[in-house]
C-alpha cells in the first residue's frame, strides 16, 4: 500500500473535492439514470464543510476525502471519495478504521448513506455497517 495520510480540509479544497465527487459517482449516478454534471458538483460546493472534512495525500498528492459530521444521534460520515486508481488498494479501509476507531473512542454510533448499487457498500458492511433504511436512490446505514 502505497504512503498516506489526512490532513484537516480547508475552503481552498472545495473544487479539488467537487471534481473528484463528479468523477467518482458519474458511474452511479449514470446507472440510477441521476447523473447531471453541474449538480453533482453544486451539491459538494452547498454542503461543504472543511471543519468536518478531510483531505487524504497519497505519497503526498492530493487522492481523496472525507467528512465525519457530528450530529445529534452521533456521527454522519460523509463525501468520502478516493481517486479510481486507489480504490482497492487498502487506503480507503485505513482510512475509515482511523475515523471509526475515533467514533468508537466516543462511544457515538456513525450513520452514512450510499447510492443504490455502489460497490463502497460491501466496505462498509465489512466494517459493521447495516442497513437501517433504504429508497429508489440510496442505501441508509448504520454503525452503532
Known amino acids: 500500500m502505497d504512503s498516506w495520510d489526512i490532513r484537516p480540509a480547508s475552503s481552498t479544497d472545495v473544487d479539488a473535492v467537487a471534481e473528484l465527487r463528479a468523477v467518482v459517482l458519474r458511474a452511479d449516478l449514470e446507472r440510477l439514470g441521476r447523473y447531471d454534471a453541474q449538480r453533482v458538483r453544486q451539491r459538494l460546493r452547498d454542503g461543504f464543510d472543511p471543519a468536518h472534512t478531510w483531505v487524504i495525500k497519497v505519497n503526498g498528492t492530493f487522492a481523496g476525502c472525507v467528512a465525519l459530521r457530528p450530529a445529534e ?12 486508481h486507489l480504490q482497492g488498494s487498502g487506503i480507503g479501509t485505513a482510512v475509515l478504521r482511523e475515523l471509526l476507531a475515533r ?8 450513520r452514512l448513506n450510499v447510492l443504490q448499487g455502489s460497490p463502497a457498500r460491501r466496505l462498509y458492511e465489512r466494517h459493521g455497517f447495516t442497513v437501517e433504511n433504504e429508497d429508489p436512490v440510496d442505501v441508509f446505514m448504520v454503525r452503532p
Open 73 to 84: 444521534d452521533g456521527h454522519w460520515l460523509e463525501h468520502f471519495y478516493l481517486a479510481p
Open 103 to 110: 467514533c468508537e473512542r466516543g462511544g457515538v454510533p456513525v
